[in-house]
């Protein structure tokens, strides 16, 4: 389950507050000795829309409307393990991002497109026009192979396909009514949901960056999903069909996390997707699961299913409206080390 705080929340008014003062009071919840500054020094800035910043055991996520403006933040020379292998993952549905990693690793981000980056490496942002962006950070990341992303590569870029860009939207907004909510039940299935389409959009990108054979383990990969309900299934099946001995294969699928671990995963990601599309959300369907994708029993399948998606398969994600309710309002944010992080 997730504990989920909001740990910023700005809206600037200028009825209250001079706009001249909007872009110190911006700065200020931003944490990580970051500087920020205005594109146009000429002109005031302001906030088009609140700024939300919500902490969650499984990372952090920003939701910001603004005008042009320049960010800059060092590198965490010391990350402890929420950010040693984390992944930021930005999302523009207006405007335009320019982010460099590392000072020579640029990447642009528009509406369908979406930029994956370690969040220990130094990040300069230009926002060239006023701009709306999401920010995913993920601690611990559970289905991305995103974490083949190391320093000398720390980003990625990828393309939304504009028939999957109304799902994103769709979903970003039911991860801002969860966590304005700050209920803990919808949250866990829509990050995990979020994390795996991310994953797909994504997959060749990583691939190429782990230096494996590409086309080999993209064939293993559409053999796998094509055969996910056969019980035979496994190490001597796919060595027998590709060729390789059992070193190879493993080698092969050590940038997936493994042999064990990737079939595993499909299987499970299979089912989370047919319990999301079925209108039998019952003991019966979860039966029929567990035959078709071949668990040792209903409680291994319980538990497996539970550990990565963190919810029970019977409680299946459903589109929901969610009340909106006031958080309290933090100048710390997680990347700053929040109140009551290890240090």
């Not at 020094?41 to 403006?69: C, K, M, Y």
């Not at 289905?143 to 870029?157: F, G, K, Q, R, Y």
């Not at 991860?175 to 304005?180: S, Y």
């Not at 993209?218 to 390789?244: S, T, W, Y």
């Amino acid at each position: 389950m997730s504990d989920v705080r909001c740990i910023a929340q700005l809206s600037l008014d200028p009825a209250r507050i001079p706009v001249r003062e909007h872009l110190l009071r911006f700065a200020q919840v931003l944490g990580r000795s970051a500087t920020v500054r205005a594109l146009n020094p000429a002109e005031h800035w302001r906030l088009l829309s609140t700024f939300e910043i919500f902490d969650t055991t499984e990372g952090q996520v920003i939701f910001n409307h603004v005008l042009p403006l320049v960010y800059e933040c060092g590198p965490l020379d010391n990350p402890d393990s929420r950010t040693q292998g984390a992944i930021a993952i930005t999302l523009c549905l207006e405007g335009e991002l320019v982010i460099t990693y590392s000072q020579d690793h640029q990447a642009r981000v528009t509406p369908g497109q979406m930029v994956l980056g370690l969040v220990r490496a130094a990040m300069h942002v230009t926002v060239p026009v006023p701009s709306r962006y999401v920010i995913l950070y993920i601690a611990q990341p559970t289905m991305l192979i995103a974490t083949s992303l190391t320093d000398s590569n720390p980003v990625i870029e990828a393309q939304i396909p504009a028939i999957i860009e109304p799902i994103v939207a769709t979903q970003l907004q039911q991860l801002r009514d969860a966590l304005q909510s700050g209920e803990d039940r919808p949250l866990g299935p829509i990050l995990k949901s979020l994390e795996a389409l991310v994953d797909q959009l994504a997959r060749q990108h990583f691939l190429r960056l782990s230096r494996v054979s590409e086309d080999r383990l993209m064939a293993i990969q559409a053999f796998v999903d094509e055969n996910v309900r056969n019980p035979q299934l496994g190490v001597k099946l796919l060595c027998d069909r590709f060729h390789m001995s059992r070193a190879t294969l493993y080698r092969q699928m050590h940038y997936l996390g493994g042999v064990k671990h990737y079939l595993q995963s499909r299987r499970l990601v299979c089912c989370y997707d047919e319990l999301r599309k079925s209108p039998y959300q019952d003991m019966s369907f979860l039966k029929v699961l567990v035959k078709s994708y071949h668990f040792k029993s209903l409680n291994d399948f319980r538990q497996r299913y539970s550990k990565r998606f963190g919810t029970d398969p019977l409680d299946a994600p459903v589109d929901q409206d969610t009340a909106i309710t006031t958080p309290n309002v933090s100048d710390q944010i997680w990347l700053a080390r929040p109140p009551g992080a290890d240090s």
